[in-house]
Antibody, heavy 123, light 107 residues
Framework: QITLKESGPTLVKPTQTLTLTCTFS??????????VGWIRQPPGKALEWLAL???????RYSPSLKTKLTITTDTSKEEVVLTVTNMDPVDTATYFC???????????????WGQGTLVTVSS | SYVLTQPPSVSVAPGKTARITCGGN??????VHWYQQTPGQAPLLVIY???DRPSGIPERFSGSNSGNTATLTISRVEAGDEADYYC??????????FGGGTKLTVL
């Protein structure tokens, strides 16, 4: 049974760096083909993909946000961490992590999602 | 950058068929995935690889993809199908793209 859960601060100040952790179980990020992605959703708005890390440490970032984002995994590969620098009120959103599945890069999809965590950016 | 265009809203009466479109340049050459999201919940994958259903998703949900339009079809719509629906593709092998979402209202 695959589960994912996001954790991190619920409130950050403008210009601060946000660090979110995705803790997962039921799969290994050491298994070929496996990945974990981050997606966010501002209140009342659409989903926006942020970043993705694969089993081989290959990383992908949203082109429009790549200068703000860093995705990493811990040495045990049981957590995926996303950092977002220079937070702004427009970054207020629910942040989701999700398991990535699919037989090749251009076919991958998000088949299991965490519950999401709402992060508010305000002074 | 690649853009996926969805109608903001679709309305359908219970028992009828709902069709939600996802438009993009030559989207038929890409693999389209669809997600259902109810208020306050995480998205749920309902269709992948254009037309495959994950385990547990009713057969009432189907998908197609050709030319510049992918379509999610929900047959015999129920009140519980009322949700936001998002399509997703890869622009290339590096960039994930989501559509703007469609709110399905069951009348």
């Amino acid at each position: 049974q695959i589960t994912l859960k996001e954790s991190g601060p619920t409130l950050v100040k403008p210009t601060q760096t946000l660090t979110l952790t995705c803790t997962f179980s039921g799969f290994s990020l050491s298994t070929s083909g496996v990945g974990v992605g981050w997606i966010r959703q501002p209140p009342g708005k659409a989903l926006e993909w942020l970043a993705l890390i694969y089993w081989n440490d290959d990383k992908r970032y949203s082109p429009s946000l790549k200068t703000k984002l860093t995705i990493t995994t811990d040495t045990s590969k049981e957590e995926v961490v996303l950092t977002v620098t220079n937070m702004d009120p427009v970054d207020t959103a629910t942040y989701f992590c999700a398991h990535v599945s699919g037989f090749s890069s251009s076919y991958k999809h998000f088949d299991y999602w965490g519950q999401g965590t709402l992060v508010t950016v305000s002074s | 950058s690649y853009v996926l265009t969805q109608p903001p809203s679709v309305s359908v009466a219970p028992g009828k068929t709902a069709r939600i479109t996802c438009g993009g340049n030559n989207v038929g050459s890409k693999s389209v995935h669809w997600y259902q999201q109810t208020p306050g919940q995480a998205p749920l994958l309902v269709i992948y690889y254009d037309s495959d259903r994950p385990s547990g998703i009713p057969e009432r949900f189907s998908g197609s993809n050709s030319g510049n339009t992918a379509t999610l079809t929900i047959s015999r719509v129920e009140a519980g199908d009322e949700a936001d629906y998002y399509c997703q593709v890869w622009e290339d092998s590096s960039t994930v793209v989501f559509g703007g979402g469609t709110k399905l209202t069951v009348l």
